[in-house]
């Protein structure tokens, strides 16, 4: 089943809303220094802030901290000290690492005072279904996982990634290649 794609720019949160935020959502909100800048950021952060001004609830998943710290720091290994430690294990055991991963958990402490953990048990979900999808090509398995989650805690899902074209939930983004697939 095609999700259903609704356009941040002139998106209304209401109080009652519960949003799962995706990785790459805050990837844009709090970046890596040496992340790219991107024209989406300011995109995301009008609509954060719309979403907090409307007293809706964004959701974390720990699925999704988990992808943004990881994402962070290896976006500061190679853009920073890739020559320096050209193995990610060799940067990850240096003390260059420990400044990079300091400002990654503290930006990481600031999404988590934003928001509310979801409380789906981990066999609550449907992990065969995500295996068989993720098997078949069809999504990236932490992807399967997120849409599971919307699904049984009837949340929307704010993300810019093109990937989340199928699985019956509701999106929230700027991108026009999913606005375009998921009308």
């Excluded at 901290?65 to 294990?89: A, D, M, Q, T």
Aim: proline share 4%.
């Amino acid at each position: 089943m095609r999700n259903k794609a609704y356009d941040l720019s002139s998106y209304s949160f209401s109080s009652d809303e519960q949003i799962l935020v995706d990785t790459n959502v805050w990837l844009y909100l709090f970046p890596a220094p040496t992340g790219s800048s991107n024209k989406l950021a300011a995109q995301y952060s009008t609509a954060f802030s719309n979403l907090v001004s409307a007293k809706a609830q964004p959701v974390l998943d720990p699925i999704v901290l988990s992808e943004y710290l990881n994402r962070y720091v290896r976006i500061e290994w190679e853009g920073n000290y890739k020559s320096r430690h050209p193995k990610f294990k060799d940067f990850r055991n240096s003390s260059d690492f420990s400044t990079v991963a300091s400002v990654a958990e503290a930006f990481s402490k600031k999404i988590l005072s934003f928001c509310q953990i979801h409380s789906i048990p981990a066999n609550e979900l449907d992990l065969n279904q995500a295996l068989a999808d993720f098997s078949a090509g069809k999504v990236d398995f932490n992807d399967a996982i997120l849409v599971d989650i919307c699904k049984k805690r009837n949340l929307k899902l704010m993300t810019n990634d093109g990937d989340f074209q199928n699985g019956g939930i509701k999106v929230l983004t700027s991108n026009p290649r999913l606005l375009r697939a998921c009308p």
